[in-house]
């Protein structure tokens, strides 16, 4: 059931199609729901006032007659009931061919009701039929009135029947006693109310066909215009893929044809686009790798020769002493650049592969933090490791992890504080868990700007451009950091806040292949954190 809901969920999110038709449904809907409504009550309300014009006209013209018979009934009658009985019976019998039900109520029929002695009635009526507001209305006046009420009958095996009706009363009084009786008109609504059923069930079944047409004409409508669309997302898609050679077919002249074209058009500009930038890829890694390679025979011829000045440089005069230093300087950071660069070109071409054991990251660090200790107490620099007492291991290529942990103890060197206002440390903090390794290297140092984050693993980038490498670094380090740790299935992230420090994050499955959902360590640090949350309280 719950999957029935998810797969109806994602349909009902996904077609555009379904919601226009559902959407046109619902408000054609209610437009009929509401014409209909309005129709039924114009036309209930038009039978009704032409079926009570008609009743009560009946009504007048009966008692007007039945006031003429009393007025020929010579004065010597007494005996009321008999007189009562004359006057009501043809009535009743012209009330049977006509359609309506007649009651004469007694003399006391005002306060005791119709079932006292003397009332006169249609055989099988029954005279609870007339309603008590309308006995209690002849009661205290004897104008004409009328109002409608439910009629029931009693059939001759004692069903009892009942239907809607209108009842009308008109008041007349008998010579005989001189009391006032009254006549009620009871007049049957049940042809009324099988016209309205018929009106009802008409109006249903036209308004249901008329939603059925519109939601098949939406359809329609909506499916010319949704099929291209959904031609070109599954174009869109293949050319996301990669399938440049893909194209939307293109039929008629209309918006739709025009939108197509023009989408081919993109498609074929991209894809010429896509291949002279593949070219030019291609050929920039080209020249990268071979003039890598090609700089390397030189490079050694002017190493050897650097060498030699360099032993022999006691022998030199101060400045030209000073010349070889810097000499064997530059060549040991022109060594190293195309190192970095025969790297960048590897995974750039996709060439660079994994030698896969068990590292355990708490040695890593200390490695690291022992073979940069010369530059970092050159600096003025406190390396500090956190490691736990247990291993934290990782399915990785050692060599890799080593340089990537290298690169970002240095950087942090590079920038860590000055050592006068005490900031000059930097901590490497190491941790593990069941799924992930982690190793994070925080300075207190200039920090970074706001966005700045997301460019420091961009080649060559410098927060500040005048500033110096003093580490000897080329640019490259944290962009190969970067791609190593790409080639890992990992995460490198980067804190930073300006005059507060930064922090460089890597994080490694334990198991090479697996997805990473979380780290060990915080990206944000704690110190960070706990004055974020003071100066916020």
Same mark, same amino acid.
């Given at each position: 059931m719950g999957s029935t809901v998810r797969r109806g969920l994602t349909f009902w999110r996904r077609s555009i199609q379904a919601r226009v038709v559902a959407s046109t449904l619902v408000l054609s809907a209610v437009?009929?729901?509401?014409?209909?409504?309005?129709?039924?009550?114009?036309?209930?309300?038009?039978?009704?006032?032409?079926?009570?014009?008609?009743?009560?006209?009946?009504?007048?013209?009966?008692?007007?007659?039945?006031?003429?018979?009393?007025?020929?009934?010579?004065?010597?009658?007494?005996?009321?009931?008999t007189q009562a009985s004359e006057l009501a019976i043809p009535i009743i019998a012209r009330g049977q061919t006509r359609g309506f039900d007649v009651v004469l109520g007694g003399a006391e029929s005002g306060g005791g009701g119709l079932e006292s002695a003397g009332s006169v009635y249609t055989p099988g009526l029954d005279t609870a039929s007339v309603p008590r507001s309308l006995l209690d209305h002849f009661a205290q006046s004897s104008e004409t009135a009328w109002t409608y009420a439910p009629i029931r009958t009693v059939a001759e095996?004692?069903?009892?029947?009942?239907?809607?009706?209108?009842?009308?009363?008109?008041?007349?009084?008998?010579?005989?006693?001189?009391?006032?009786?009254?006549?009620?008109?009871?007049?049957?609504l049940e042809e009324e109310r099988e016209t309205l059923a018929l009106v009802t069930r008409a109006l249903l079944t036209a308004g249901g066909l008329l939603l059925v047409l519109v939601a098949g004409m939406t359809w329609l409508v909506t499916r010319q215009v949704v099929t291209p669309i959904r031609a070109a997302r599954r174009v869109a898609e293949r050319l996301a893929a990669g399938r440049l050679q893909e194209r939307v077919k293109v039929s008629g002249e209309d918006d739709l044809a025009r939108l197509a074209l023009s989408f081919n058009q993109m498609a074929s500009n991209l894809q010429r686009q896509i291949r002279q930038l593949e070219e030019l890829s291609r050929v920039q890694r080209r020249f990268v790798a071979d003039v890598s390679h090609e700089l390397r025979?030189?490079?050694?011829t002017v190493r050897m020769a650097g060498d030699v000045l360099y032993d022999?440089?006691?022998?030199?005069?101060?400045?030209? *002493? %000073? @010349?070889?230093?810097?000499?064997? /300087?530059? !060549?040991?950071?022109?060594?190293? #650049?195309?190192?970095?660069? &025969?790297?960048?070109?590897?995974?750039?071409?996709?060439?660079?592969?994994?030698?896969?054991?068990d590292v355990n990251l708490v040695d890593v660090a200390h490695r690291v933090v022992e073979g940069t200790?010369?530059?970092a107490e050159q600096r003025g620099v406190t390396l500090v490791v956190r490691a736990p007492a247990r291993p934290c291991l990782a399915e990785a290529d050692v060599r890799r992890v080593e340089r990537i942990v290298r690169n970002l103890v240095t950087n942090a060197i590079d920038h860590a504080g000055p050592p006068e206002r005490g900031r000059s440390r930097v901590v490497v903090h190491v941790a593990g868990?069941?799924?992930?390794?982690?190793?994070?290297?925080?300075?207190?140092?200039?920090?970074?700007?706001?966005?700045?984050?997301?460019?420091?693993?961009?080649?060559?980038?410098?927060?500040?451009? *005048? %500033? @110096?490498?003093?580490?000897?670094? /080329?640019? !490259?380090?944290?962009?190969?950091? #970067?791609?190593?740790?790409? &080639?890992?299935?990992?995460?490198?992230?980067?804190?930073?806040?300006?005059?507060?420090?930064?922090q460089f994050r890597l994080t490694l499955p334990r198991r090479a292949g697996t997805p990473l959902r979380q780290s060990p360590l915080p990206l944000v640090p704690a110190d960070a954190r706990e004055r974020l949350a003071g100066a916020t309280s």
């Open positions: 437009v009929v729901s509401v014409v209909g409504w309005f129709l039924l009550q114009q036309t209930r309300e038009g039978l009704l006032e032409n079926r009570v014009d008609a009743v009560v006209a009946e009504a007048d013209n009966e008692a007007a007659e039945a006031v003429e018979r009393l007025v020929a009934v010579p004065g010597t009658e007494t005996d009321a009931s095996d004692g069903s009892v029947s009942t239907e809607p009706g209108i009842v009308v009363g008109a008041q007349v009084r008998l010579p005989s006693d001189g009391q006032a009786r009254t006549l009620y008109f009871l007049f049957s025979t030189p490079l050694t022999a440089r006691d022998d030199f005069d101060p400045a030209t *002493a %000073r @010349a070889a230093e810097l000499l064997q /300087t530059e !060549l040991d950071r022109f060594e190293r #650049l195309l190192v970095d660069l &025969l790297e960048i070109s590897r995974f750039d071409a996709g060439a660079a592969v994994l030698e896969l054991e200790r010369p530059l868990d069941d799924h992930a390794a982690a190793i994070a290297v925080r300075d207190y140092g200039v920090g970074l700007a706001p966005g700045e984050s997301a460019l420091v693993f961009n080649r060559f980038w410098r927060a500040d451009p *005048a %500033r @110096a490498r003093t580490s000897g670094g /080329t640019g !490259l380090g944290l962009s190969i950091s #970067l791609e190593d740790t790409h &080639l890992h299935g990992g995460w490198l992230q980067a804190w930073g806040r300006p005059d507060e420090g930064a």
